[in-house]
C-alpha cells in the first residue's frame, strides 16, 4: 500500500478520496529537522506540504528514490525545488485553482475592513468603547465606499480575475496588469445561473499604481521585490495596498515608510518577508490590517485542494 504522508494537513474529503482508491494517509505533523528520518522510517512515497515544510535538494537526494511524488496544496510552490525533483523524476503537482475564490474574498474583507477603519476600532472599543465612545465615533468618522473607486490588480491570473470578478459586483472600476498587455475575456456567474460577459484589456504596472484608488498584488515569486519605495510614489495619495500574494513582493520597509509620513492612508497583509515571524515594527503599526497567513484558509478551499490533490495522486501513482 502506498503511504502519502500530508504534512501540512489534508482536507476529510482529499482523505477519504485517497483512502478509497487504497492509499494510506498519514497526517502526522513532522518537523523539518526530522522529516528525513521519519520518510524512510515509514516507507513514505507521496509527500503532500502547504507553505510551512520545505521540499529541498537535500531531502530530495536522502529519499534515494523512494520520494514519487511531491504535492503543494495551493498554487506557489516556492518552497519545493521543483525543476530539481522533476529531473529526479519525481511528480511535483499543486492546486492553482482551488482556492481563488478565497484568497480574493480575504483581499475584499481587508479592504471594506480599512475604509470603515474596523481593523482599528475592533480592537479600540472593547478597550475604551465606555469612556471614549464619542471620541472613537468621531476618530472613525472618515470612511469611504468602495463604489466607484478603482482597484488595481497585478497580476490577472486566476485570483487577479475572482478579484475583478468581485469588483465589478461592488461597481468598481478595474485596471489591470499582467506579463503581456492583453485583451481578457471576463465571465462573471451569478447565482441564479445568469452570467455576464465582459473584458479587461491590461496594461503596465506602473500605470496601475499611477490610477489606482486600491492597489491588491496576485503574483508568484517569494522574495522579489515588485513594489517598493520608487513604485509606492508613483501611487495616488492616500491611496492602499493588499499584499496575499508572497512575503515580500510588497517591501514593507518602503511601506511602512509610506504609511509613517502619509503617502499612503491603508495597507493590509496576509503575508510577510519573515515568516512565521513577522517584524514587530510591521506587527505593531497602527496603519496595517494584518492577518497570518489565511488567504486559502476556508473550508470550502480546504476541500477543493484536498480532492483536487487526491485525483492528481490517484492518477499519477495508482
Given at each position: 500500500?502506498?503511504?502519502?504522508?500530508?504534512?501540512?494537513?489534508?482536507?476529510?474529503?482529499?482523505?477519504?478520496?485517497?483512502?478509497?482508491?487504497?492509499?494510506?494517509?498519514?497526517?502526522?505533523?513532522?518537523?523539518?529537522?526530522?522529516?528525513?528520518?521519519y520518510?524512510?522510517?515509514?516507507?513514505?512515497?507521496?509527500?503532500?506540504?502547504?507553505?510551512?515544510?520545505?521540499?529541498?535538494?537535500?531531502?530530495?537526494?536522502?529519499?534515494?528514490?523512494?520520494?514519487?511524488?511531491?504535492?503543494?496544496?495551493?498554487?506557489?510552490?516556492?518552497?519545493?525545488?521543483?525543476k530539481?525533483?522533476k529531473?529526479?523524476?519525481?511528480?511535483?503537482?499543486?492546486?492553482p485553482?482551488?482556492?481563488?475564490?478565497?484568497?480574493?474574498?480575504?483581499?475584499f474583507?481587508?479592504?471594506?475592513?480599512?475604509?470603515?477603519?474596523?481593523?482599528?476600532?475592533?480592537?479600540?472599543m472593547?478597550?475604551?468603547?465606555?469612556?471614549?465612545f464619542k471620541?472613537?465615533?468621531?476618530?472613525?468618522?472618515?470612511?469611504?465606499?468602495?463604489?466607484?473607486?478603482?482597484?488595481?490588480i497585478?497580476?490577472?491570473?486566476?485570483?487577479?480575475?475572482?478579484?475583478?470578478r468581485?469588483?465589478?459586483?461592488l461597481?468598481?472600476?478595474?485596471v489591470?496588469?499582467?506579463?503581456?498587455q492583453?485583451e481578457?475575456?471576463?465571465?462573471?456567474?451569478?447565482?441564479?445561473g445568469q452570467?455576464?460577459?465582459?473584458?479587461?484589456t491590461?496594461?503596465?504596472?506602473e500605470?496601475?499604481?499611477?490610477?489606482?484608488?486600491?492597489?491588491?498584488?496576485?503574483?508568484?515569486g517569494?522574495g522579489?521585490?515588485?513594489?517598493?519605495?520608487?513604485e509606492?510614489?508613483?501611487?495616488?495619495?492616500?491611496?492602499a495596498?493588499i499584499?496575499t500574494?508572497?512575503?515580500?513582493?510588497?517591501?514593507?520597509?518602503?511601506?511602512?515608510?509610506?504609511?509613517?509620513?502619509?503617502?499612503?492612508?491603508?495597507?493590509?497583509?496576509?503575508?510577510?518577508?519573515?515568516?512565521?515571524?513577522?517584524a514587530m515594527?510591521?506587527?505593531m503599526?497602527?496603519?496595517?490590517?494584518?492577518?497570518?497567513?489565511?488567504?486559502a484558509?476556508?473550508?470550502?478551499?480546504?476541500?477543493?485542494?484536498?480532492?483536487?490533490?487526491?485525483?492528481?495522486?490517484?492518477?499519477?501513482?495508482?
Amino acid at each position: 500500500m502506498k503511504k502519502v504522508l500530508a504534512n501540512d494537513g489534508i482536507s476529510p474529503a482529499g482523505a477519504s478520496k485517497l483512502k478509497e482508491a487504497g492509499f494510506e494517509v498519514d497526517e502526522t505533523r513532522v518537523a523539518q529537522e526530522q522529516l528525513e528520518h521519519y520518510m524512510k522510517e515509514h516507507q513514505v512515497s507521496a509527500l503532500l506540504v502547504r507553505s510551512a515544510t520545505k521540499v529541498r535538494k537535500e531531502l530530495i537526494d536522502s529519499m534515494n528514490g523512494q520520494l514519487r511524488l511531491i504535492g503543494r496544496g495551493g498554487v506557489g510552490m516556492d518552497n519545493i525545488d521543483v525543476k530539481y525533483a522533476k529531473d529526479k523524476g519525481i511528480h511535483v503537482i499543486n492546486t492553482p485553482a482551488a482556492s481563488s475564490r478565497s484568497v480574493a474574498e480575504l483581499v475584499f474583507a481587508h479592504l471594506f475592513g480599512m475604509v470603515r477603519f474596523l481593523f482599528d476600532s475592533n480592537q479600540k472599543m472593547p478597550l475604551e468603547g465606555d469612556t471614549r465612545f464619542k471620541e472613537l465615533k468621531k476618530n472613525y468618522a472618515g470612511g469611504i465606499e468602495v463604489k466607484g473607486k478603482t482597484i488595481g490588480i497585478i497580476g490577472f491570473g486566476r485570483i487577479g480575475k475572482e478579484v475583478a470578478r468581485m469588483a465589478y459586483g461592488l461597481g468598481m472600476h478595474i485596471v489591470a496588469a499582467d506579463n503581456k498587455q492583453q485583451e481578457v475575456g471576463l465571465e462573471i456567474p451569478f447565482a441564479d445561473g445568469q452570467k455576464l460577459t465582459t473584458k479587461v484589456t491590461t496594461t503596465t504596472i506602473e500605470e496601475v499604481l499611477k490610477v489606482a484608488d486600491f492597489v491588491t498584488v496576485h503574483i508568484s515569486g517569494a522574495g522579489q521585490t515588485l513594489i517598493g519605495k520608487k513604485e509606492i510614489e508613483m501611487m495616488k495619495d492616500n491611496a492602499a495596498i493588499i499584499n496575499t500574494s508572497r512575503g515580500g513582493v510588497v517591501s514593507e520597509t518602503a511601506l511602512l515608510e509610506a504609511l509613517e509620513n502619509g503617502k499612503l492612508r491603508y495597507a493590509a497583509l496576509d503575508v510577510f518577508e519573515n515568516e512565521p515571524t513577522p517584524a514587530m515594527q510591521v506587527l505593531m503599526n497602527p496603519y496595517l490590517s494584518l492577518s497570518p497567513h489565511i488567504g486559502a484558509a476556508t473550508l470550502e478551499a480546504q476541500d477543493r485542494i484536498g480532492e483536487e490533490l487526491a485525483d492528481q495522486i490517484i492518477t499519477l501513482l495508482k
